[in-house]
């Protein structure tokens, strides 16, 4: 059973930073696809960055530049520093993988920037 707990979300003024991690059991975090996406209010999920198995790191272009997706295999976490917030960030964050066709997702963490 693949579980994902996310945490670290918060309240930060605009151009601060917040770190999210996203402990993950059932999963090896080093050998997966590993993925961040977020849901702004109002609006539909959507894709943040990617980490995959080689290394390989892809970020949205909106992201790109402040937002740094990595792994910490001997925790088996996945984080995302994310750097210059803007108030267009918040959102509900959600940590993600696939294993054996399946989809699988965390609760969720809240991030809220303020103006």
């Known amino acids: 059973q693949v579980q994902l707990v996310e945490s670290g979300g918060g309240l930060v003024q605009a151009g601060g930073s917040l770190r999210l991690s996203c402990a993950a059991s059932g999963t090896t975090v080093r050998l997966n696809s590993m993925n961040w996406y977020r849901q702004p209010p109002g609006n539909q999920r959507e894709w943040v960055a990617s980490i995959i198995s080689g290394g390989t790191i892809t970020y949205a272009d909106s992201v790109k530049g402040r937002f740094i997706i990595s792994r910490e295999n001997a925790k088996n976490t996945l984080s995302l520093q994310m750097n210059s917030l803007k108030p267009e960030d918040t959102a509900v964050y959600y940590c993600?993988?696939?294993?054996?066709?399946?989809?699988?997702w965390g609760q969720g963490t809240q991030v809220t920037v303020s103006s």
């Open positions: 993600h993988t696939w294993r054996d066709g399946r989809a699988y």
